[in-house]
């Protein structure tokens, strides 16, 4: 039998620190993962579950969207995966009886690792704040019609579709986003942010323009025969952990790799395969070379290499260039500006580094870049990716077997919600197809992403949010201006599995809908079903639960949706959401008529291990882009400068944390346990800024609007960042992230640029 869940809420500001050191990731995070997987779900219950992560007749990790290959390992998840699912398939329950005994109020008091432990939600719950005068506001269960009354209410008395905002999570699956985006447009709004706007929207941007589509190119077997892997700008050890035995099978075959960051991190320093007698035993070295990056230095960095690359004779793939590309001469008229002296500034790095780098991109054939959050979540993110696209396309390293780029998702199913119609800027050709296959007429004005949604709802313009998973509100920016946004909205809806911090901060009216996760058994009229997703590069494949649901109040996402259609659409609706609830192969048939690459779905999907999406940049060297070839780009190069006293901040995640979630209060591969509210920052710059180690500070972030927004209360931990550079998990640095602070292009959250000064706590 699983533990209890904890009773009361852990002291986080009191972080244990030992000196920071690199250990080899991998074979330490076994005991670790077995231990809290027994915790949640018990010994037979971890053996049951565990075994069908990732397999072709099992559930798709709720983690990350890292691909499998076509030969499985017995145990295919990693440390972070396996938590995930612990959590998921837990047996703790949180009853009408536990929020009988937790008004908001104190809800509103818990941390997220508090409110993550307690478990899985069992009812539907409804939550209207003052309804009893003298009372405190409580959750209280209500049946499934009545909670579909309550959305139908809110959402038919307002003045346009419109004032409605309509988020997703990664991780729903491909069937529930079709229909999700299905109902939006068919009530009438293109409103449907998604968690894409707050991380890879730079990717997609930068990558549809250049090469025509907003998606990596690369598959896993380009990774194992890639000459030269560079990961920039992500920790794979700690984010992608099944990453790391991609990179330790490529450098097995003579690959290097250069990391480019601005902290050293475990997983591409040595990686442990557990999978491997000896990997578990020797290890693998996996980085060749550290570029130990300030950050947001890196489109200077590449704008260099790529002035490099084009005067080293012969360096250049002419053919490439001449047939399949488009304003080469202004980056080559650009890129003749690259100063040394200025890139040393912007980067930190020193020449001998960047000649190294330089060395080794002309020494390969197939160059493949990597990258995440350390490159989209800046204000000049967009220009900074599309370098790296330049780089790739002067070597011909796009369409080249071995070579390409990968944006690395986090989210296990944020690309196929993208591809199933989840975006506020719908392209014209997919909603002619969509009202060609429904009959409707779907609204072509552009929607709010998730920065337009928190100022529309903070500005009056947006009155209900609808969340198809995820914690919005832990997630997003600017923290108090976000909960005061969220509480002037008429109505909030969820649609999770567990607690988090959203459910706590809410409309006038809030209900919290309780769902079927990826770990349990689906089981509708028609008999058991099982749903798709689509992982980072581009494979889609059937996902099945095989556990009893958590509780028979429970509804699928699909069902969700449906039964919320019809409510709110009524009978003059002539979308069959009855028999999209009854039958997702319904749904699928439906969708393969509408996204292209989708024909014969229900068959395809029906393989083991599914199939792989067109890609035409990769496949036949063709550019869907307004030029018909791939583009080269010449921005201005911009990093961001810092003032004296003040340091430049970024976000970032602990080892025992996925996105929001909090799985534990350590951070192993950095030394750091029992705590979150610690900021990392070099011994020189802390030395100057009178910062002694373990006393703590208040964070302040300076921003051009004037307010200022402080995280109180961190822990200084001397580390080895670049210099000039600090850094501090989120979503307790959330707060220091202005709304306005934004990515040109992509208008994403520059979470990775924070000017803070540190004040004595």
């Not at 565990?50 to 072709?56: F, R, T």
Request: charged share 25%; aromatic share 6%.
């Amino acid at each position: 039998m699983a533990t209890k869940p904890p009773t009361g809420d852990p002291v986080q500001d009191s972080p244990q620190v030992t000196p920071p050191k690199q250990a080899a990731a991998g074979l330490p995070a076994i005991g670790h993962t077995l231990r809290i997987a027994h915790q949640q779900m018990g010994m037979a219950r971890t053996a049951r579950t565990l075994l069908k992560v990732n397999q072709k007749d099992g559930f798709d990790c709720p983690g990350c969207a890292w691909p499998e290959g076509d030969k499985r390992h017995t145990a295919e998840f990693c440390e972070n995966g396996a938590k995930a699912v612990a959590e998921e398939a837990t047996l703790r329950r949180v009853t009408p009886a536990f929020f009988a005994a937790h008004p908001l109020a104190d809800l509103a008091t818990r941390s997220g690792y508090w409110l993550g432990q307690q478990g899985r939600i069992t009812e539907p719950m409804l939550l209207e704040r003052g309804a009893t005068p003298g009372d405190e506001d409580r959750y209280v269960p209500v049946s499934w019609e009545k909670a579909f009354e309550v959305i139908a209410e809110e959402l038919t008395a307002l003045d346009s579709p419109d004032e409605a905002l309509f988020y997703t999570s990664g991780r729903t699956s491909n069937e529930a986003a079709f229909l999700f985006q299905l109902f939006a447009r068919e009530f009438g709004t293109n409103n449907l942010p998604d968690c894409s706007n707050m991380c890879h929207e730079s990717s997609g941007s930068a990558l549809t323009e250049t090469i025509g589509i907003g998606k990596g190119s690369v598959s896993l077997e380009d990774l194992h025969r890639a000459d030269l892997i560079i990961v920039a700008g992500q920790n794979p050890g700690t984010n992608h952990p099944r990453m790391l035995s991609a990179l330790e099978k490529a450098k097995t075959a003579g690959a290097r790799i250069i990391s480019v960051n601005p902290l050293p991190e475990a997983g591409t320093e040595r990686f442990k395969n557990p999978q491997t007698p000896i990997g578990m035993f020797r290890g693998t070295a996996l980085t060749d070379l550290f570029l130990q990056i300030r950050i947001g230095g890196d489109q200077a960095l590449f704008r260099l290499l790529n002035k490099l690359v084009i005067e080293t004779g012969g360096a250049t793939d002419e053919a490439f260039i001449r047939e399949h590309t488009h304003g080469y001469e202004d980056l080559a008229a650009a890129a003749k500006d690259a100063d040394w002296d200025e890139t040393l500034t912007a980067t930190g790095l020193t020449r001998p580094e960047i000649e190294q780098a330089l060395a080794m991109i002309l020494a390969s054939e197939r160059t493949i870049v990597c990258w995440a959050m350390g490159l989209t979540q800046h204000k000049h993110s967009v220009a900074t990716i599309r370098e790296v696209v330049n780089l790739l396309l002067l070597r011909g390293n796009i369409g080249r077997p071995g070579a390409g780029v990968c944006p690395v998702r986090g989210h296990s199913n944020v690309q196929g919600d993208r591809t199933m119609g989840i975006f506020e800027r719908p392209a014209p050709a997919f909603l002619d197809a969509l009202d060609r296959e429904f009959g409707i007429t779907s609204p072509r004005g552009h929607g709010f992403d998730v920065v337009r949604s928190i100022q529309a709802l903070r500005d009056g313009r947006a009155k209900v949010l609808f969340a198809m998973g995820g914690n919005f509100v832990g997630a997003t920016p600017d923290t108090e201006v976000t909960e005061a946004a969220i509480r002037r909205a008429a109505l909030t809806v969820h649609v999770s599995t567990k607690l988090n911090r959203s459910h706590a901060v809410t409309g006038r009216r809030a209900l919290i809908l309780p769902t079927l996760g990826r770990t349990d058994k689906d089981v509708q009229q028609s008999g058991k079903q099982f749903v798709t997703v689509e992982d980072s590069m581009g494979m889609v494949h059937a996902s099945r639960g095989n556990l009893a649901p958590a509780s028979p109040h429970l509804l699928s996402e699909p069902a969700i949706v449906a039964r919320m259609a019809r409510a709110v659409l009524g009978p003059a609706s002539a979308t069959p959401w009855e028999e999209f609830e009854r039958d997702y192969a319904s749904i699928r048939e439906r969708i393969s008529r509408v996204v292209p690459g989708f024909e014969d779905f229900n068959a395809k999907v029906a393989r083991p291990g599914g199939f792989q999406l067109p890609h035409a940049p990769r496949d036949e060297r063709r550019f869907p882009t307004k030029t018909g070839k791939a583009n080269f780009t010449a921005a201005p190069v911009e990093y961001p400068r810092v003032p004296a006293g003040r340091l430049l901040l970024q976000t970032l995640r602990s080892h025992d944390q996925y996105n929001t979630t909090i799985y534990g209060l350590d951070d192993r591969y950095r030394g750091i346990t029992g705590g979150r509210r610690v900021v990392m920052v070099n011994p020189a710059d802390a030395a100057e800024l009178g910062l002694a180690d373990g006393s703590y500070t208040d964070l302040v972030s300076e921003w051009k609007d004037g307010v200022e927004r402080r995280a109180p209360g961190f822990r200084v931990v001397h580390y080895p960042t670049a210099r000039g550079c600090a850094a501090a998990y989120y979503p307790e640095t959330n707060v220091l992230v202005p709304l306005d602070s934004t990515a040109d292009v992509s208008n994403t959250p520059a979470s990775k640029s924070v000017v803070v000064r540190f004040e004595p706590a």
